[in-house]
């Protein structure tokens, strides 16, 4: 886990995604230093999220689909969830990052309505939305804020988002950094 | 505190706001139901925040100065907070806000970059973020993550953008609504 190397993550969004979980992965993970992709799974850049906000892409999801990243994180919210599970790209891209061994993750809804769906949680415990997670076929760990499991994080919802993109930053870069970008953000206690 | 009049909202955000605490205090407050107008104080709709997220604000703040707002509440970042500061549309919209008495507020860099330098602290105990809280007057209560003072309400970072935003809806709409808003936002354990 050299923190010398760039590391690439990819963020897609589309209609309907909660702009709180999509712009806290963003942040933190820029924060920590590594190169963000926002990629749209719409036919716009410009993406209208569930409580209105319009946020601008970086890219099109199709232009992004032959590099290679150290993570894809999607956030949740409805419909965005289903934005998401319904892009064929952003499918293939994710199940060739399970594929492959590296890092996935999803929170909110996600989990159960695009990563269930699609196979992704397939032998892995994980959580969603308290909305959603009873719809996951491993209950064991649905309760956990933060579920790491092997190359797959699920998560919970907003107020989970800081400790899910926390989490993302230690498992790319490793405990020090993540406590680095943490410290100026103010977080409230827990363990990270 | 009548849950039913519906509330107005002002969000202002320039070139440099930290996008996660402008964007938590927009969602959270139009989750309680209030009708949040993002505006820039920019000369484009467009505004890239600190982490590089563009976000298209819904007005101009030139556009909305007549509007009567039942909250101003300002993100931090830097430069974030200091196009806020050097917006002489928002200095004026904020001053008649506390002279008027109702409800304004700021987070991060902003209660002292922006506030305070146009005496928005003036005979109010408050916070920032702990790069520039030793700046504050008043030092009584710059260790605390989320500060009501009369109409005046301060908070510190990122991590504690959910109480800020908490705090404003328990002021907007009573302590019933921010319960009804912290629940699906599945919330870290603290007092509301
Ligand atoms: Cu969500």
Chains 1, 2 share one sequence.
Do not use: W
């Not at 956990?144 to 899910?164: I, M, Q, Y």
Request: aromatic share 6%.
């Amino acid at each position: 886990m050299s923190s010398s190397v760039n590391k690439h993550v990819l963020v897609p969004i589309g209609e309907g995604t909660e702009e709180m979980e999509a712009i806290i992965v963003i942040d933190v993970i820029r924060r920590a230093g590594a190169q963000v992709i926002v990629a749209s799974v719409e036919n716009s850049l410009q993406v209208k999220c569930s409580r209105g906000v319009n946020i601008i892409a970086d890219s099109l999801i199709a232009d992004v689909e032959s590099q290679q990243f150290d993570l894809i994180a999607c956030p949740g919210g409805m419909p965005g969830a289903e934005r998401l599970r319904d892009c064929e790209t952003l499918e293939r891209m994710t199940i060739k990052q399970r594929d492959e061994g590296r890092l996935y993750a999803a929170i909110c809804a996600t989990p159960a309505v695009f990563f269930q769906a699609k196979g992704l949680m397939d032998g892995h415990r994980g959580t969603s939305h308290p909305a959603f997670s009873d719809k996951l076929v491993d209950q064991s760990l649905v309760q956990e804020r933060v579920v790491v499991d092997g190359n797959l994080t699920t998560s919970r919802g907003p107020g989970t988002a800081f400790e899910f993109a926390l989490s993302l930053v230690k498992q790319l870069y490793g405990a020090e950094k993540a406590q680095q970008v943490a410290g100026p953000m103010v977080m409230y206690p827990y363990e990270l």
